[in-house]
C-alpha cells in the first residue's frame, strides 16, 4: 500500500498521485486476471476526432496504460472533417462490440459536432467516463455506476491520505461538467469520503478569498495558471489541485505544466497539498482502467467487488 507519511520541510504532507494510481493499477490487474479466468479480456475503445497533438498524446497515454494492466484497447481515429454522421456511426457499432466494454470519446470535438448528442450516443452501460445523462443523474441520486474520473481520483486521493471529510468545509472552485460539479456531488453524498459541507465556486463568485480562507478542503479545478496562493488558504487545509496549465518556461520543450495552486507559497500553509504533475493527473488515467474493468464485470455478470 502506499507510503502516505511523507512530508516536506515545511511539515506539508506531499499527496503522491503516483503511488496512489500504482495501487490503483494493481488493484485493476488482479481484476483483469479475475475476468480472464471467467474467459473474458476487458476492451476499452477510445474514438479520436480531432487533429489537436494535446488530444492525439492523451489518447495514446490511455492505450499503454490500458497494455499494462491487461485491458485490450480498439482504437478508432475518424477525420476531425467529417460529417458527425460517421462519429455516431462508430459509437453505434461501438456499443454493439461484445469485446469492448467501454467507451470514450476524446474531448474536445470539432466545432460542427454536438458534444451532448455524442455523449448521450455511448450505451450508459459502456460510459466510462461518467458523462452520459442517465450516468450524471445516478450520481447525483447518490447511486453512481461509473463516477467521473478525475473527481474520483480526488475521493481515492483523500481515502489514501485519511484526510477526513466528514463535517469538513469543502470549497471546489470550478464547476465543470467533468471536474466541478460531479466534484461537489460526490463530497455531497452520504457515505465515505462525503459528508462534506460543499461549497461550489466559479467566475460569478463574489468574494472567493473569504469562502476559501474558511475551508478544511480546497479543490482547485479552475483553468487558471497558479491562481490561488498560500495567502488565500486557511492554515492546515487540504489542497487537491486538479489544474493541469502550459506555461511558457525556458525547458527544452519550451513550456512547463503549473497547476491552478501556486504551489510554492500554498506549500508552508496547507496541511497536505499535490504537486502538478505528479498529483490528480495520475489518478484520472487510473480511474479510467478501474471503470473500464467495473463495466466488463457487470456487463459479464462477474462481481469484481471493487474497492
Ligand atoms: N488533472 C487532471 O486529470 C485533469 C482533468 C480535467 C481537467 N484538468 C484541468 O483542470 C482545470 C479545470 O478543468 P475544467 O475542464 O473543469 O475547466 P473549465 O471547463 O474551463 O472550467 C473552469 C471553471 O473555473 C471557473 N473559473 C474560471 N475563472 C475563474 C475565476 N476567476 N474565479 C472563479 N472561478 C473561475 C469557471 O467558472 P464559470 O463556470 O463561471 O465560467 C469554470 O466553472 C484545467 O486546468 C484542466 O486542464 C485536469
Do not use: W
Amino acid at each position: 500500500m502506499t507510503e502516505t507519511t511523507g512530508e516536506d520541510a515545511d511539515g506539508t504532507r506531499i499527496i503522491d498521485g503516483e503511488a496512489v494510481a500504482a495501487d490503483v493499477r494493481d488493484e485493476v490487474a488482479a481484476r483483469v486476471e479475475t475476468l480472464e479466468a471467467e474467459g473474458v479480456t476487458p476492451g476499452l475503445a477510445t474514438v479520436l476526432m480531432s487533429d489537436d497533438p494535446a488530444s492525439e498524446t492523451y489518447v495514446s497515454m490511455k492505450q499503454r496504460d490500458c497494455e499494462e494492466v491487461g485491458i485490450e484497447s480498439v482504437h478508432v481515429e475518424i477525420d476531425a472533417d467529417a460529417p458527425a454522421e460517421e462519429l455516431y456511426g462508430t459509437i453505434d457499432d461501438l456499443n454493439e462490440r461484445e469485446d469492448v466494454h467501454g467507451v470514450l470519446v476524446q474531448l474536445p470535438l470539432p466545432d460542427h459536432v454536438d458534444k451532448r448528442r455524442v455523449l448521450r450516443r455511448i450505451v450508459p452501460e459502456k460510459d466510462v467516463d461518467g458523462f452520459h445523462p442517465e450516468n450524471v443523474g445516478r450520481l447525483v441520486a447518490g447511486d453512481a455506476r461509473f463516477k467521473p474520473c478525475t473527481p474520483h481520483g480526488v475521493q481515492k486521493l483523500l481515502a489514501a491520505y485519511d484526510v477526513e471529510t466528514e463535517g469538513a468545509d469543502a470549497v471546489v472552485v470550478g464547476r465543470s461538467d467533468i471536474v466541478g460539479k460531479p466534484m461537489a456531488n460526490l463530497l455531497v453524498q452520504k457515505g465515505p469520503v462525503g459528508n462534506a459541507t460543499t461549497t461550489v465556486c466559479h467566475s460569478r463568485t463574489e468574494d472567493l478569498e473569504e469562502t476559501l480562507s474558511t475551508a478544511d478542503i480546497v479543490i482547485a479545478a479552475v483553468g487558471v495558471p497558479e491562481f490561488i496562493d498560500g495567502s488565500m488558504l486557511k492554515e492546515g487545509a487540504t489542497v487537491i489541485d486538479v489544474g493541469i496549465n502550459r506555461v511558457d518556461a525556458d525547458t527544452e520543450k519550451g513550456y512547463e505544466l503549473v497547476g491552478d495552486v501556486e504551489y510554492e507559497s500554498a506549500k508552508g500553509v496547507a496541511g497536505a497539498i499535490t504537486p502538478v504533475p505528479g498529483g490528480v493527473g495520475p489518478m484520472t488515467r487510473a480511474m479510467l482502467l478501474y471503470n473500464t474493468v467495473k463495466a466488463a464485470g457487470l456487463q459479464r455478470g462477474v462481481d469484481l467487488d471493487l474497492s
